[in-house]
């Protein structure tokens, strides 16, 4: 999946000149927590979070405190340079950026100029789409041996079931690296029929495990 897929493309910006004061503002009002800082051609110079202008504003507990910091333009408290990415990214690679970089928010850019922004919200509602949990399923895993063309002889158990496959997914089986892990999630909330199907043909499900199930 790409970026532009998901990106949101109404993006909320602020100038340098402009003050914590109306970053502030603008976080209450659009209920966001990221706003990217742009020149005069939408080129991004820095990008500043909710937590950003919280901690620069006056706390409520302090006696001597002045508006006039509230006043500072964005520029004083806005994080530069700023990780983007591009529309033809992928999502993963974003996801991977969010992880090693701990952040939660990249700006998207095409020719240097603002086009989008991705937010780790929109990495979850993704992660949503692409598992296939927004939808009525039941989730099989099922242990197989890490060799070429082991996926699609898993699937042709499925497929002699008739079964619509919402998503799959593959990850390594931790104890021996020999095995990998694949989870398939069907449209049906009956799994029983497939999963004695997967044992028939000597494969061993993980899950679901239910009581009276041999594994």
Request: a negative charge; hydrophobic letters at 20%; glycine letters at 0%.
């Given at each position: 999946m790409l970026v532009e897929e998901v990106m949101k493309t109404e993006v909320i910006t602020l100038t340098p000149e402009d003050t914590i004061e109306t970053a502030l503002k603008l976080?209450?009002?659009?209920?966001i927590r990221h706003l990217p800082i742009v020149d005069k051609e939408r080129r991004v110079i820095g990008i500043v979070s909710d937590r950003d202008v919280r901690d620069a504003s006056p706390s409520i507990f302090e006696k001597?405190?002045?508006p006039?910091?509230?006043?500072?333009p964005i520029e004083s408290i806005m994080t530069s340079p700023v990780t983007t990415v591009h529309p033809l990214d992928f999502v993963e690679e974003v996801a991977s950026i969010f992880y090693e970089q701990e952040i939660a928010c990249v700006p998207v850019t095409r020719n240097d100029i603002l086009v989008g922004i991705i937010t780790e919200k929109d990495m979850l509602d993704t992660l949503i789409q692409l598992t296939g949990t927004h939808v009525q399923s039941s989730q099989i895993e099922v242990k197989v041996i890490n060799k070429p063309g082991i996926l699609p002889q898993v699937t042709q158990v499925f497929g002699k079931r008739k079964v619509n496959i919402s998503s799959v997914l593959i990850y390594p089986y931790k104890p021996d690296p020999k095995y990998k892990i694949i989870v398939v999630?069907?449209?049906t909330m009956n799994p029983l029929p497939t999963i004695e199907d997967l044992k028939t043909a000597g494969y061993e499900v993980l899950w679901p495990k239910m009581p009276g199930m041999p594994s």
């Open positions: 976080l209450h009002e659009h209920h001597d405190t002045s006039e910091e509230l006043r500072n999630r069907i449209q």
